[in-house]
C-alpha cells in the first residue's frame, strides 16, 4: 500500500485546497503518473503517485483544504492491487447479503464519480463543490465560458437534480447569512484569491506608498516595431512587443536609481544587484506576477520569450515556484485591458511598481506646434520609506526619455 501525500512545495506554503482529481477510485495508476491538482497561494501543485496500482482510497474531496503531510489517498501497490476493480463486480453481482453491505464502502469514497457521471467536466473547485452540495451533474450544466469550464455562476442558475432534496440542509448556512440567491450569487474567494487579497492589504499597510506619474510619446517606439518587426521575426523567431523595450527601459533606470531596485528587511536597507523584473499576468484565478530573470543579461529577443513563456505557463497553470519568488521589481499593464491611468499596488516587498497604460492619441505640444502624437500614462507607485521623490521622478523620466529615444536602448543593452 502507497500512501499519497501533500508534499512540502516551499517553507512558505503549510496548506493547499483539492482543485482536480484526474483518476477516481478504481482508476489503474501508473508510477510517477499525475493523480490530482493542489490548489496553493502561489501556484497550482500536480501530485504524482510513486507506485503503480490501483487507487483504492480518496480521503480528500475537491474544494478540501490539505495541509502538507496529510495523507489524501491510497493507491494499492504491487500485483495484489490489480484484482481489486474486478473484486467490485462479483460483489455488486451476488445477491447475498454479505455482497450489498461491501458495495456501500467504495461508492462512498468517491463523490467525484457521481459529480460527473463519469465524465471529466472543467470546473472550478467552487462549482464542484457547489454541485456536490446541490446534488447537480456537471455534465449536465451549461458553461457560459466559451472554453467550456464551468463556473459557480453557471452551477447556480442550473436546476438542481431529483437527488438534491436530501440536500436541502447544507442551505441553512445561506438562510441564516440572509442572502436572497435570486438577487445575489454567493462565490467562496479561492484561495489564491484570499491570498491576493491579504496581501495587497498588507502592502497598503506597511508600506508608506506614493504614486508619481508621467507621459511617454510613443511614436518613435511604435515606428520603429513597425520598420523591424518583420527582419526581428525572421532573424530571431520572435514577435517584437512593447515589453522587451519598456524592460530594458526599467532595466537602465534601475542601475541609475538603485535604492527603486532595493527593499527594506528589518532596519536595513538591501540594495539588490540583480535585475529579476516581474512581469504581471491576468489569469482566471486572478493577478500572477512572474519573473524574468537576469533581464540585464537578455537581449530583446529572449526577453520577449521569457515573457510569452511565462504567460502561456501561466495560463495553463504550469507555473513554478521558481517562476513566482525573487522578483526586484515589477511592471503592470492595465493597458491591455484599455486602462488610461491607475495606481498600481506594489508586490510583496519590492520598493516599487511601474504601470503602463492604453496608448491614446492625444493633442501635445512639440517643437512648439500642436500635434497629434500618441501617448501613455506612466505610473511609478513606490515606498516613500525608501525612495524619495528626486529618485522615483528621475527614474520615470529616465524611462520616458529612453522609451521616446530607442535607439538608446541599444547603448544599455
Do not use: C
Request: glycine letters at 6%; aromatic letters at 4%; hydrophobic letters at 45%.
Amino acid at each position: 500500500m502507497a500512501e499519497i501525500k501533500v508534499p512540502e512545495l516551499a517553507e512558505s506554503i503549510t496548506e493547499g485546497s483539492i482543485a482536480q482529481w484526474v483518476k477516481k477510485v478504481g482508476d489503474r495508476v501508473e508510477k510517477g503518473e499525475f493523480i490530482v491538482e493542489l490548489e496553493t497561494d502561489k501556484v497550482n501543485a500536480e501530485i504524482i503517485s510513486e507506485e503503480a496500482g490501483v487507487l483504492t482510497q480518496i480521503l480528500a474531496e475537491e474544494g478540501d483544504t490539505v495541509l502538507v503531510g496529510q495523507v489524501i489517498a491510497v493507491v494499492e501497490a504491487g500485483e495484489g492491487a490489480a484484482p481489486a476493480p474486478v473484486v467490485a463486480a462479483p460483489v455488486e453481482a451476488t445477491p447475498a447479503p454479505a455482497a450489498p453491505q461491501a458495495a456501500p464502502a467504495p461508492v462512498a469514497a468517491a463523490p467525484v464519480v457521481v459529480e460527473t457521471s463519469g465524465e471529466r467536466v472543467i470546473a472550478s473547485p467552487a462549482a464542484r463543490k457547489l454541485a456536490r452540495e446541490k446534488g447537480i451533474d456537471l455534465a449536465a450544466v451549461s458553461p457560459v465560458d466559451p472554453q467550456g469550464r464551468v463556473r459557480v455562476q453557471d452551477v447556480a442558475a442550473h436546476g438542481t437534480a431529483p437527488v438534491a432534496a436530501p440536500q436541502a440542509a447544507p442551505a441553512a448556512p445561506k438562510a441564516v447569512a440572509a442572502v436572497d440567491e435570486s438577487r445575489v450569487t454567493v462565490e467562496k474567494m479561492s484561495r489564491r484569491r484570499q491570498t491576493i487579497a491579504k496581501r495587497l492589504l498588507e502592502v497598503k499597510q506597511s508600506t508608506a506608498m506614493l504614486t508619481t506619474f508621467n507621459e511617454v510619446d510613443m511614436t518613435n517606439v511604435m515606428a520603429l516595431r513597425s520598420r523591424k518587426k518583420d527582419q526581428f521575426f525572421e532573424s530571431t523567431g520572435s514577435k517584437l512587443g512593447f515589453m522587451s523595450f519598456f524592460t530594458k527601459a526599467v532595466v537602465a533606470a534601475l542601475k541609475k536609481y538603485p535604492y527603486v531596485n532595493a527593499q527594506i528587511v528589518g532596519d536595513e536597507i538591501h540594495l539588490n544587484n540583480f535585475f529579476d523584473i516581474g512581469v504581471a499576468v491576468s489569469t482566471e484565478e486572478g493577478l500572477v506576477v512572474p519573473v524574468v530573470r537576469d533581464a540585464d543579461r537578455k537581449n530583446f529577443a529572449e526577453i520577449e520569450d521569457s515573457i510569452s513563456d511565462l504567460a502561456k505557463k501561466a495560463r495553463d497553470k504550469k507555473l513554478g515556484l521558481a517562476d513566482l519568488s525573487g522578483g526586484s521589481f515589477t511592471i503592470t499593464n492595465g493597458g491591455v485591458f484599455g486602462s488610461l491611468m491607475s495606481t498600481p499596488i506594489m508586490n510583496g516587498t519590492q520598493a516599487a511598481i511601474l504601470g503602463m497604460h492604453t496608448i491614446k492619441k492625444r493633442p501635445v505640444e512639440v517643437n512648439g506646434e500642436v500635434e497629434i502624437r500618441p501617448m501613455m500614462y506612466l505610473a511609478l507607485s513606490y515606498d516613500h520609506r525608501i525612495i524619495d521623490g528626486k529618485d522615483s521622478v528621475g527614474f520615470l523620466k529616465t524611462v520616458k526619455e529612453l522609451l521616446e529615444n530607442p535607439e538608446d536602448l541599444l547603448l544599455n543593452s
